[in-house]
Each structure stands twice: as C-alpha cells, then as structure tokens.
C-alpha cells in the first residue's frame, strides 16, 4: 500500500503542526469519547472477524465436502491491459457460475488480485469445463470459449483460469 | 478443511521476506483472493480470507511446502495493512509487533517497525512512536527511508522538539515524493523553534514549489496560506498579499486565503484593493465561515471608502443571507436531532465514492451536512463516521448469518431426515458385502502364497483342471471296485500315468497362466477395492452431513447474537456521540452567525444614517 496523502489528511495535519490549534470542531471530552467508543468498535469488529472465520470453515464443511469441493479462480495475465466483461462458467455442460465485472473488480483483477468465481461440488474423476470469456483488448471485442478437462481427487480441486487478452485462456490446476 | 495444494521444493522462497507488492508472480490462489477483496476495499472480507489462510498454514506440520510460503512475509504484512485500512490500529500494531518479534530480514523489521511508528503516531502515542523508531537500525528498504526520516521529524515536531525535527528535515528536502510535505514542515518546524526570518525563507521556497497532484498542490497553498499569516503578523502586508495571491482560486485554502488578502490591503489602508478579494468571495458558498465573514467585510471595505450608500445595501444584503443561514442552521440542528444525518450518511450510493462526506452536502434531505465541512475534515469525526458505517455493515452481516445458521440447521435437520432410513439397510448389505469381500481377499491371498511357493517346489496336482481332478478321482474309485484284477490296474495305471505326464509336462505354463489370472484378479480387486473405499467415505460423508454441528451451530448462534446486541449498542452510541459533536459543532456556528447578525444589524443602521448625512451634506453645499 503506497503513501496516500488525502486534502482531509492535509488540513488535519496542518492543525497537528500547529501545535495549540485545537483539532476541527471536536472538543477534549468528545474527543476522549470518540477514542473511547474506537476502541469498543475496533474490539466488536475483531470478535465479528473471528466469527466470520468460524462461519466460514463450517459453511465450507456443510456446503462444500472436501471430497466433493471444486474452486475455480480467475486471474488476469500480469501486465495485461484488456477490459474483461464477462465470464460464464459450465462444468460437464451445466451452468455453474457468472459474473459480469464492475470497474473495481476489473481494477482488483489487473491489480494482481484472484476471483474466486465458483465453489461447488462435484464428484471424483473426469469432468468438462467450459470458460465463455467476453470482454475488449485494444479496440476490438472479443468472445472466446475454451474447453477444459480436469480430474477431481478425493482432496478439494482448485482450478485456476488465467486470462490474456492475446492467447488461449490458460488453464492452471492446483 | 485446507483444500490441497501445490507441493514446494524446499528452499524456494524467494518472495518469503519479501516487502508488499514486490512479489509479482503470484504462487497462492487464496492470498490472491484475499488481495481481489483489498484491492477493491472489501477489507473484512480481505482479512476474512487472509487470517484464515495465514492460521492454516501456520497450522501445518511442513508450511514450508505450502504455496502461502512464497508470499508469507508479505501475508503477514497484508493482515497488518487490511486491518489499518479497515480501521483495527489495536490489532494491527499487534499484527506488526509479531512480524518485527518473528526471525525476519533486517529490512522486513525495519519496515514492520515504520509501519508500528506510524501507528502510534496517528493514534497520538508518541511515546511508543519513539521507541519503535529506535527500532529501526541496519539496512532500511529504498522506498520508506525518507518516509522514516519524514516520521520521526513529525514526531519531533509532535512532541515539541523543533531543532530535532529541523536536523532531521534538512537533508530530505529533495525528495520529489515528499518534498511540498517536508518544506512545509521544515519552516513549521524553523518557526516553532524561533528562527521566523528563515522560516519566512523555507515558507517561501515551499509556497513555489512544483506540484502536479492534489495533495501537493494541497500543501503548496497550505504554505502559502501560513507564510501569508506570518507576514500579515509581522506588517508586512504587501509580501503577505504576495504570498497569498499565489494559492490557488479553486483549491481549498482559496476562502481563507482570499479574506486573508482583503485583510491584508485593508490593513495597508488600500480599501479600494481589497474589495477585490473579498467581492470574489462574497459570492461563494454561504455556508462556509469565510465567506460569511466576508459578506460583513466588503461593505466595511466600502464605508471606509465613504461609499456608504453602497456599504448599507451591502450589509442590508449581508443580514439577509446571515438570517437565511440562521434558520439554516437551526433547520440543520433540528434534522440531525430528528435523526436524518445519520440515515443520510448510511445512504448506499454515498458509499460508493471515498468524497461521498463532501457529496452528502448535495442531497436535499441532509441540510445539516452544509455546515460541518471542518467538523468533517477532522481525523476524529472521521473515524467516528466510518466506524458507525462499518457497524452498519456488521449489523447487516450478522444479520444474514443469522438466517444462515437457521438454514444451516434446517438442512441438516432434512438431511438427516433423509439419511437416518435409509442408512440401517445400507449398513446391513454393506456389512454382508464386506464380510464376502474380505473372504474372497483371503482366499486370494492363499492362492498367491501358493504359488509363490510352487515356484520352489513344484506341485503340479495343484494346477489340474476340474476335469482332470474328476478323472483322477475316478481312476482311484476304479481301483478300489476292481480289487486285484490285473487287466484293469494296469489301464489304471496307463491312465493315470498319461494324467500325470499332462499335468508335469505342462506344469510350468499352467503355473505361468495361473500367475496371469492372479494379475488380473488383481486390477479387478484394485477396482473393487477403489469402490470398496468411495463407499465408505460416501458413507462417512453422508454421517458428516448432518451430525456434529449442534454444538457448533448452537455455539455460533450464541456468538452472533451477543455480537449483535453489542453492534446495536455501540451504534447507537456512536450515532449519539456523531450527533452531539455536529450539533455542538453548528451550536458553535450559530452563535458566531447570531453575532454577525447582530454586527449587520448595527451596521445597516449606521451605515444609512451616514449616507443619509452625507447625502444632507451635499444637497447643503
């Protein structure tokens, strides 16, 4: 996370500097309170974290069997520039999963960041996976679908779909 | 349940001490999933995702084999960051305090330690900002270095240490990143410490310096705003009205930095010019404080100029607008007690943009967010905002979970339903098949060690087919009925003689085709067995599905409800306490618009009564 220097950041720090200017607004005891009640929030939030963290390995365990559980993850090639649209997902000819990309996703996504687009089950053994990828590299459309055969082990099956504007989409199995 | 992963050759950690963002190549589809979540400033569920995978991996018996190895350090350092950014600095200064006591490089503690500095020093503790800075020896990575050096001048300045400050200032000033930050600073710094003239100087350089983002930009007319004050101080108002010109129109400071050039030529008796400024800002918004203060000193600008004729419409003008933000005022308090400003700030499309505190102006239904712009600005009302929003969101996630552990329970409950008939029969077939199953693997276990023993000692009678069995069986029946006939025991013997001869002359290809069979019972007891082992763990699974939740779910349920109630309790105090302060806040605003009021007034007054008498005094000449 680089340094980010906001204008609120600036007037707050210019009245930091200035020693006896009292902060913008808040008096001693409000501020005191202020700090008080951050300190509350900042401890729910932690128990509510761990919550979620238990919610999850339970919901993984009902819903998504280690035996059974396929994850399919899709990443964008680094350094690629194109404008991903659109991602349809079919396992063994059944559609599974879609997702249309708003801007911060498409920013999350050439930033490095992976989607977890799909988690379900299936069983072990061969199957067939369908990616329909849809989006723009320079100034054309594209729409492009790739077919893809994995085997689900007794363990969880990870599946990774690296995505470039110039080849194939690439299939990465974890 | 840690999904499989990719194995690692040991020793391939390149990235494992590696700083934030360094790593480009990403080896770990869920620290990849946790950064999609941060990047896009999801920071729960990006801490979600990410202190789950990190206590896995640390859960391993070899983590090193896991592929979280290749971006651990940099993992460790997400979480401190993913917490700052949404708002834990408790455990974040936790997060990083482990990284700087873990067994790690040089420049990842030195870093770690900047980042806990940092910490401190926004939190106000700047006690712990000192020791972890002398935490901070040997190598420091290329891209915090000055940020270092620019910290601990901050703290120095914060704690009221100038000259240390000037001292560790000085030799930053080329930074390009810092620079407009580190000469503002530095004439801080040089004014606190009593050098005014050569705060003067460093003011100046740091209110021409080049910028091109808003931040730079920001703390260019910052410097020129303070340095326009000094020299206004210090009567020296036409380099004050110099220094002040230069701030930009449309940025931030340009309000104050207007009044303050009005003042600055009305100071030098120059009325006629700082009408100019105070003209310009008069028009501005009418909320802002400058901008008020200069609708009372444009007319005061013009009665100096003995223009008193125009100085009483101005002024009569003036009370108008100050009366209108008095009822607004007072309309914005009211709202606020009537608990619209909060429903206004959890507005979902007011999320959606990090300015949305400035946009809240522009909604009708949220009048009183007109006056609290500074209160705004502030480090303290911020937090205090976004944690009432973030406990919105924690309100609404448990929520849902919630009605996800009844669902949960409802599943299991049918699945159960399902399963619980239906297994005894299962069980009962399963228990006859396994029982027939491991008879015949014993039975083929017993042919094997057969075999490999007729390897050493030969037994052809033992590969005989049932024909030949049947026809010796016969041979030595005939013997018996026939008695001592010579005639018949010699056939006998011929016969068996021609049996025996088969059984040895093709005893080593039936034992190489009995081998064969063994092999091939051998695929097909890997397939029986391959079915045998999918049963059980279907059969486990289906068990699993439905029992040993209970306590769990019961356990969950519990936690979530507390945490619900406590969400709910800390909302509404937060709420409360954001209430207070903005309604302390336009308390504080209303009065000075009651006194303006009252200024106007007078002024209104006096200011016809003199054009009045001058307008006599001419009519007489």
Known sequence: ?174 | MRPGRRLLGVGVAACLAAQPGVCAELKDLYFGEALYHAYQGDFFDALQRLDTELAMYHGLDEPSRDTLTYHVGQAEFSVGDFELDYRMHLRAGRAIKAVLEGAVDEAVRNEAAYRLAKIHFEKGQLDDAVQALSRIQGKVPDAIRDDVEFLRANVDLAMGKPAEAVTVLQPLRSDANLSGFVAYNLGIALLEEGHADEAVRQLDAAGQLAASDDAGLAIRDKSNLVLGALLFESARYDDAKRSLDRVRLEGPFSNQALLRAGFAEAQAKQYDRALVPWTVLAEREPTDAAVQEAMLALPSAYASLNLHGRAAVLYGRALEQISGQLERVDASIESIRQGRFLTALVREEARQDEGWVIKLRNLPEAPETYYLMELMASHEFQTALHNYLDLEDLRAKLAGWKTGLDAFEDMIRLRGANYEPLLPEVDARFRDLDARMRLRLEQKKNVGKRLQAMLTAPRPEYLATAEERIDGERLTAIEKVAGADPAVARRVAHLRGVLTFRLRTEYHERLTAAFKDLEALNADLETLTKQYDDFVRARQAATQSYTGYDVTIQRLRRRVEDAAVGVDGLMARQGQMIETVAVHQLTARRDRLAAQQTEARYAVADSYDRAARAQAGEEAR
Not at chain 1, 39 to 66: H, M, N, W
Not at chain 1, 107 to 122: F, I, P, S, T
């Open chain 1, 1 to 174: 996370m680089g340094r980010r220097v906001s204008i609120a950041s600036v007037l707050v720090f210019a009245c930091v500097l200035r020693g006896g200017v009292a902060r913008a607004g808040t008096g001693a005891s409000d501020q005191e309170q202020m700090k008080g009640l951050d300190e509350q929030v900042q401890e729910i939030k932690s128990d509510v974290l761990d919550i979620a963290q238990e919610l999850s390995r339970l919901e993984e365990k009902l819903l998504f069997p280690s035996g059974t559980q396929v994850a399919v993850f899709v990443e964008l090639a680094p350094g690629d520039t194109m404008r991903l649209d659109a991602v349809r997902l079919s396992i063994d000819g059944k559609l599974v999963a879609q997702s249309i990309y708003s801007f911060k996703e498409l920013e999350a996504l050439h930033k490095g960041g992976v989607q977890r687009l799909y988690v379900g089950n299936v069983s072990t053994g061969e199957h067939q996976l369908e990616a329909l990828v849809e989006g723009k590299a320079g100034d054309a459309d594209f729409s492009r679908t790739e077919h893809f055969t994995f085997r689900k082990e007794v363990k969880p099956k990870l599946v990774g779909l690296k995505l470039t504007s110039s080849a194939p989409v690439a299939l990465e199995e974890w």
